[in-house]
Every structure is written in structure tokens, then in C-alpha cells.
């Protein structure tokens, strides 16, 4: 009890800060060893075990901040920038001198502090600020955390001082995350933008993927540009960079495949002259980074790209596209099979003895295992049933991975 009590009032205080630093010489021991950390620390032993288990969790996705010893909090963790994905940030938005006005655990600060820029970063949350602080130092960075609400800072501050405003608004209602409710994000982005139409400003926003971006482009005043943030295939977050100005620029959907610190671009990815033709005709699958930012509906205006489903999330197209924009499948017949699940799974198995096979399924209304099941196949890692639907019948393509 007296340990929980003390967990509870002294969150981040010096006996944590020695935890941290402790448990921080042991972090390349798995697994996770009770016992030791019992005995290093007594009765402040569930302020390390959480600290440890943070520190487990967070070794691949922050590892400067975890080998530099620092303090985690669960929420602020959870909600933290990746590494990778800060740097990125830092060097595809250069600013020397930037605002955050949602400090949380100060990855994107971190990052662009390592740059050169000049930070002041801000939270509602003193006990995050002290652990912020105390995570600067230990990673020589200079950062200006101060405590204060974002529409409070920014009514007594002049916020042509910076040259970038960054928010990451938080998107959980208590432990409820409301990752697609945008309007319920703290602070209201709305709000903040509406408010604040100057043309020297330059701000850029934190969203989730989940978020629709026609919703925004329709709701938040300015010329925008959107990032889709892919790291290993999976869509982390939503960036929406705003700017004012007297003439109205297209609106950019840019899909950014981050490994390590190499990157790709769609737009790059996706220019005509780049496409190398094929003789073989391909299915494409696109990632979730294009999903996000509605970039196949546009796909179809490329040379040799069909759409095979109304909701164009497979393409049959005469290229092969980097994995890191999505899947490329090789089918193994010329013509679709066209019909019922049941017609589907006998054509497979008698014309084609398949017996097995990874099932991708679109606009089926149906889950994987039940697909599974009335097909009667198998899990496979070298054939794959690609599966959609037409009106009342479905389409199906046999595939195997390119060589």
C-alpha cells in the first residue's frame, strides 16, 4: 500500500528518476526478471516494474530515449511518435523556430531540436512537463517546456514568432480512444485553425489515420497538403500541413514508406515516366497510406491501371510497384473466376488443383474464415486468392507472388 500510495503522489520524482537509470543498465535482459527488480528496489518495486515494461515496449519505437535512460508515461507513450517518423518530420519540415502546443512525451520535439530548431513546447500536464524535462536533459537536448493550455498560450503569445506550429492533439476521451472523432480531439483543432487564418503562419497537424480527409479538406480553412505515414506496411499517422496565402494551391496527397532513414514518396512512386511496363499483367493491391489519403481513386488515370472492384482496391495493371506502396500478385490464369463461393471453390480445387491458399478479400461482406470455410482451403504461403464482388457474384484470381 505504501508503495502504491507513493506511486500515485510522487510519480516522477528523484527515487524514479533512479529507477530509471537502474533499470536502464538492465534493459537487454529478457525476459522481464521480477525477482532482480525486487531486490534493487524494494518497496519501489511497482514504479520499476511499470517503468521496465514501458522501456520493453518502447526499445524499438523511441531507442534513443530508452538507451539515454529516460522516464515513460503509459498515455503519453501510447501516443508518442516513433522515432524514425519524428526524424523524418524534422527534416522534411525544417523550422528554426517551433511551437508545439501539445508537448506530450517531446518525441517531435526531440527531433527537431536535434536539427537546429529553436523549441517551445507546451502541456496542460506539470507532472509530463517535469518528466519531459528531465528526458531533455538526459538527452542534451534544449527544449522551452512550459505548462500551459494551448488556447490560453496562444492568447497571450504572438504566434508570428514561429515559423511552424505543431500539434498532436490528444485523441482519447479519458481511456476511450476517438481515433475518427476528430472534433472531439484536445485542444480543437478547429477551433485554433478557424481562429488564427494569418498568412505568415505554417502549421502542421497530427492526425489519426483513421481520420477522413475529405472531412478535413471540407472543415479546416487554408491550402493543405496531406502525408500518409507508412512504416513497414503499416499506416501510423495522418499529416496535415496548412499555410495561408493569397492564391489557392491543389491540394497535395503525398503517401511517406519511412525505413530507418530512407524514404519513399508516392508521388515519385506513381510518376508515368518511372513505371516500367511489363509484358506479365500484375493485380496491385494498394497500402493503407494510399487508402487513407484516397489516392486510388485516382489510380485508373495511369497507363495499363484497371480498377477490378468499384471500391478500386485491386488493379490489374502492367507494372510492378516497390512493396512498400502495397502487394503485387501474379495470377495464374488470364480470365477471372465469376460466380458463387461454392462455384468459386470447386473451379480452384478441380481446374487448378489448389488446395490451400492466403485469402485477400474486398467489398465481400465477409470474413476471412468464413470465406475459408465455405471454399474449403487451406492456409497457404506460396498461392493467393484474391476475392471481390460484383453486384451478386464474386471474382476471384489464383495468384502467386512475383519473382
Known amino acids: 500500500m505504501v508503495s502504491y500510495i507513493y506511486c500515485k503522489l510522487n510519480k516522477f520524482d528523484a527515487k524514479t528518476e533512479d529507477i530509471s537509470e537502474i533499470n ?57 511518435t516513433s522515432e524514425d517518423v519524428a526524424l523524418w518530420k524534422a527534416h522534411f519540415f525544417p523550422s528554426k523556430k517551433l511551437l508545439s502546443l501539445t508537448g506530450g512525451l517531446g518525441v517531435d520535439e526531440w527531433a527537431w531540436a536535434k536539427s537546429g530548431t529553436r523549441v517551445t513546447s507546451i502541456d496542460i500536464d506539470s507532472n509530463l512537463n517535469h518528466l519531459a524535462k528531465y528526458n531533455f536533459d538526459k538527452l542534451k537536448v534544449e527544449i522551452d517546456r512550459q ?39 484536445s485542444p480543437n483543432i478547429f477551433e485554433i485553425i478557424q481562429n488564427n487564418q494569418n498568412t505568415n503562419l505554417n502549421w502542421l497537424i497530427k492526425l489519426s489515420p483513421m481520420v477522413d480527409t475529405d472531412f478535413i479538406e471540407n472543415h479546416l480553412p487554408g491550402n493543405k497538403s496531406y502525408y500518409a505515414i507508412v512504416v513497414r506496411q503499416e499506416v501510423k499517422e495522418l499529416l496535415v500541413h496548412i499555410q495561408f496565402t493569397d492564391s489557392q ?9 519511412i525505413d530507418g532513414s530512407k524514404y519513399s514518396y508516392s508521388s515519385q512512386v506513381f510518376n508515368p515516366e518511372r513505371l516500367a511496363p ?11 497510406g494510399i487508402m487513407c489519403l484516397k489516392l486510388n481513386r485516382d489510380l485508373h488515370q495511369l497507363n495499363g491501371f484497371t480498377p477490378l472492384n468499384i471500391q478500386h482496391t485491386f488493379f490489374k495493371c502492367n507494372v510492378i510497384i516497390p512493396s512498400e506502396m502495397g502487394r503485387t500478385f501474379m495470377p495464374i ?16 480445387k478441380s481446374d487448378y488443383k489448389i488446395e490451400a491458399a492466403s485469402i485477400t478479400a474486398r467489398d465481400c461482406k465477409l470474413t476471412t474464415e468464413e470465406i475459408r470455410k465455405s471454399l474449403g482451403l487451406q492456409e497457404s504461403n506460396t498461392h493467393y486468392l484474391i476475392l471481390t464482388k460484383r453486384g451478386n457474384e464474386f471474382i476471384a484470381w489464383i495468384c502467386v507472388k512475383p519473382t
Open 278 to 288: 511489363s509484358n506479365m499483367d500484375y493485380i496491385f493491391e494498394p497500402n493503407g
Open 249 to 257: 494551391s491543389k491540394t497535395k496527397r503525398e503517401v511517406v514508406s
Open 333 to 348: 490464369h488470364s480470365e477471372p473466376i465469376i460466380g458463387g463461393l461454392n462455384k468459386i471453390g470447386k473451379t480452384i
Open 147 to 185: 505548462t500551459s493550455d494551448a488556447n490560453d498560450f496562444i492568447s497571450s503569445n504572438d504566434l508570428s514568432n514561429y515559423d511552424l506550429i505543431y500539434i498532436d492533439p490528444d485523441r482519447r476521451d479519458g481511456n476511450t480512444r476517438i481515433t475518427n472523432q476528430v472534433a472531439s480531439y
Open 24 to 80: 536502464s543498465k538492465i534493459i537487454g535482459e529478457l525476459p522481464l526478471n521480477l525477482g532482480k527488480l525486487q531486490k534493487l528496489h524494494g518497496d519501489f518495486f511497482p514504479i520499476a516494474a511499470t517503468q521496465h515494461e514501458l522501456q520493453k515496449k518502447a526499445l524499438k519505437k523511441i531507442p534513443s530515449f530508452i538507451h539515454a535512460g529516460c522516464i515513460l508515461e503509459k498515455r503519453a507513450y501510447e501516443q508518442c
